[in-house]
Every structure is written in structure tokens, then in C-alpha cells.
């Protein structure tokens, strides 16, 4: 198949983010650019090319989610019924029993997933109005276990082992950003708007955020579409209404 400009990215920080090792709490490391290529590069290939004039950019996948589907924020029942992608998924190295990767069979729905692309849906009507103007990709490809299998976010990570992922996905920002022109990269959440804002220092694009769609927050759960809405309005984009 075709190798886009986002997928020779994608390819690349795979390769460089494969050779790092992590230690405890860390006891497992999913990588689904590897395992879930296939559906991941075919969301890539339909909705992946340049120029998007707003990347929406996440922090890495959520268990239930890009970890299951390859997608951003890629709860199932979204990715398969919303922007109409299903694809075979592989297995990770080493699998926690209490994570396991079911592909596109997981039964477990990603709230954050559903309330981005819920909003997407509601907001656009369609895929094809979205990504017209919009582009959803996450800073870290790397999910991260502790053995009891309790999530680990990358903001967690000592320093020592932050200092090599963190140059790896700053670059693979900078080039999805040289491919994909966006006027504005905004961070869905603290972390990915301070990694957004290093990454990005000197480049003409605006760097803002809108609240995280977790269920953890309490403000998500008071009204996440609408917060999500209003804050991207304020940052000068606007929304069909």
C-alpha cells in the first residue's frame, strides 16, 4: 500500500521508541504502531492528509482504547461505527492477563474515546466534515503497565527514562506538524499542551488546550463537549453549530 508522509512517521518513531527500556513500576510497555499497524496506518491513509488546520494531540493510549484499536482516543464502538475502520489487530510481546488486547472483540468502551469522537459526531455530522479541519493524533505511542496492571502515564516516568521518549515523540511532532500545516496544535490536557508548547518552540503554529475528556475529572464529568467547545472557540476556532 500507498506510504503516506504521517505513516513514514509513524514507522520511524516505532523503530526509535521500540529500543528503550523501562524499569518498575513499569513491567509492561504496549506499542500499538507495532501490533495494531493495520488498522492504525488505515486511519492514517483516510484521514491523514495534509494540511489539517487543527491537530487535536493527546497524551498516549488509554487501555480500552488506541491499545485495543491502534486509533487516538480509539474507543471501539467510535472507530468502527463512527469513522468506519476495522482492521486485524495483533498482540503485544508480553500481555498483562488483567490488559489483554481483544482488537476490535474488546466488550470495554474508553469514556475519553467516546466523549471525543461522540463529540465529533455530534458536532459534525460526519467524518469526512471533522477531519476537514481537524486531525487527532497522540504525543506518546507507548502505553505503560505496572504489574498489578494499573495505567502508568508517561508524565510518571523518572526523568532518566523520560529524556529518550520524550526526544523521540518531540520529533515526531515536529515533522507531523511539517506535513500537516496546522494553524493551531492543542493539547487535550496539561500534559499534552506542555510537551506540545517545548516541542514546537519556533514554529509558526498557535499552541493552546481544551480540558481532558477523562472520566478522573471532575470538570469532564460536569460537561466535557461544552467545556471542550468554549475552549476551542476562545482559541479563534470556530465550530459549525
Given at each position: 500500500?500507498?506510504?503516506?508522509?504521517?505513516?513514514?512517521?509513524?514507522?520511524?518513531?516505532?523503530?526509535?521508541?521500540?529500543?528503550?527500556?523501562?524499569?518498575?513500576?513499569?513491567?509492561?510497555?504496549?506499542?500499538?504502531?507495532?501490533?495494531?499497524?493495520?488498522?492504525?496506518?488505515?486511519?492514517?491513509?483516510?484521514?491523514?492528509?495534509?494540511?489539517?488546520?487543527?491537530?487535536?494531540?493527546?497524551?498516549?493510549?488509554?487501555?480500552?482504547?488506541?491499545?485495543?484499536?491502534?486509533?487516538?482516543?480509539?474507543?471501539?464502538?467510535?472507530?468502527?461505527?463512527?469513522?468506519?475502520?476495522?482492521?486485524?489487530?495483533?498482540?503485544?510481546?508480553?500481555?498483562?492477563?488483567?490488559?489483554?488486547?481483544?482488537?476490535?472483540?474488546?466488550?470495554?468502551?474508553?469514556?475519553?474515546?467516546?466523549?471525543?469522537?461522540?463529540?465529533?459526531?455530534?458536532?459534525?455530522?460526519?467524518?469526512?466534515?471533522?477531519?476537514?479541519?481537524?486531525?487527532?493524533?497522540?504525543?506518546?505511542?507507548?502505553?505503560?503497565?505496572?504489574?498489578?496492571?494499573?495505567?502508568?502515564?508517561?508524565?510518571?516516568?523518572?526523568?532518566?527514562?523520560?529524556?529518550?521518549?520524550?526526544?523521540?515523540?518531540?520529533?515526531?511532532?515536529?515533522?507531523?506538524?511539517?506535513?500537516?500545516?496546522?494553524?493551531?496544535?492543542?493539547?487535550?490536557?496539561h500534559f499534552a499542551f506542555k510537551r506540545a508548547q517545548t516541542a514546537l518552540s519556533g514554529f509558526d503554529v498557535e499552541v493552546g488546550t481544551i480540558l481532558h475528556p477523562?472520566?478522573?475529572?471532575?470538570?469532564?464529568?460536569?460537561?466535557?463537549?461544552?467545556?471542550?467547545?468554549?475552549?476551542?472557540?476562545?482559541?479563534?476556532?470556530?465550530?459549525?453549530?
Amino acid at each position: 500500500m500507498t506510504t503516506t508522509p504521517l505513516i513514514s512517521i509513524s514507522r520511524e518513531l516505532a523503530r526509535q521508541v521500540s529500543r528503550l527500556r523501562f524499569v518498575a513500576p513499569v513491567s509492561y510497555v504496549y506499542l500499538p504502531l507495532d501490533y495494531a499497524a493495520a488498522p492504525h496506518e488505515a486511519y492514517l491513509r483516510r484521514y491523514g492528509q495534509p494540511p489539517r488546520r487543527v491537530v487535536l494531540l493527546g497524551m498516549n493510549p488509554g487501555p480500552f482504547g488506541m491499545v485495543q484499536t491502534g486509533i487516538p482516543f480509539g474507543d471501539v464502538t467510535m472507530v468502527r461505527d463512527w469513522l468506519g475502520l476495522e482492521s486485524p489487530v495483533g498482540k503485544p510481546d508480553r500481555m498483562h492477563p488483567k490488559r489483554p488486547v481483544l482488537g476490535f472483540a474488546c466488550p470495554r468502551s474508553e469514556v475519553s474515546g467516546t466523549r471525543l469522537w461522540g463529540w465529533a459526531c455530534e458536532r459534525f455530522a460526519t467524518p469526512a466534515r471533522f477531519f476537514a479541519t481537524f486531525f487527532v493524533a497522540n504525543y506518546c505511542p507507548l502505553a505503560f503497565l505496572e504489574a498489578s496492571g494499573r495505567n502508568l502515564t508517561p508524565d510518571k516516568l523518572p526523568a532518566v527514562e523520560q529524556a529518550p521518549l520524550f526526544a523521540a515523540c518531540d520529533e515526531a511532532l515536529r515533522r507531523l506538524v511539517e506535513a500537516m500545516q496546522p494553524t493551531h496544535v492543542v493539547g487535550v490536557g496539561h500534559f499534552a499542551f506542555k510537551r506540545a508548547q517545548t516541542a514546537l518552540s519556533g514554529f509558526d503554529v498557535e499552541v493552546g488546550t481544551i480540558l481532558h475528556p477523562s472520566p478522573a475529572s471532575p470538570l469532564a464529568n460536569r460537561g466535557w463537549a461544552a467545556a471542550a467547545s468554549r475552549q476551542l472557540a476562545a482559541l479563534g476556532i470556530g465550530l459549525p453549530s
